[in-house]
Nanobody
Framework: QVQLVESGGGLVQAGGSLRLSCAASGRTFMNYMGWFRQAPAKEREFVATINWHSGSTYYADSVKGRFTISRDNAKNTVYLQMNSLKPEDTAVYYC?????????????????WGKGTQVTVSS
């Protein structure tokens, strides 16, 4: 089993920045870690993912150029740096992990989930 714990959410004004962290523990062998988000009354959507070994990154079009995903292998931690935040970025952000080989772009591609952290962007 893999346990994922997110931190770093909060309230920020439009145009501001936040950095989310996700620490993994347990059986931490994985191929991908990533971030998804879910706004009220909306489905959970892909935000970004990173290959744990190569460092290759993938982003949703809506966050490309504003968000950066990175990882610290020694700390088993993945980060999401969010800049130029917009009110439409408001959501609960979930950290997720997968041992699968293919790039996980859908919720069902991920095997392990954190409990989520709230990000609220005010206009």
């Amino acid at each position: 089993q893999v346990q994922l714990v997110e931190s770093g959410g909060g309230l920020v004004q439009a145009g501001g920045s936040l950095r989310l962290s996700c620490a993994a523990s347990g059986r931490t062998f994985m191929n991908y870690m990533g971030w998804f988000r879910q706004a009220p009354a909306k489905e959970r959507e892909f935000v970004a993912t990173i290959n744990w070994h190569s460092g290759s990154t993938y982003y949703a079009d809506s966050v490309k150029g504003r968000f950066t995903i990175s990882r610290d292998n020694a700390k088993n931690t993945v980060y999401l740096q969010m800049n130029s935040l917009k009110p439409e970025d408001t959501a609960v952000y979930y950290c997720a992990a997968s041992r699968r080989v293919g790039v996980p772009l859908k919720s069902y591609d991920m095997e392990y989930w954190g409990k989520g952290t709230q990000v609220t962007v005010s206009s």
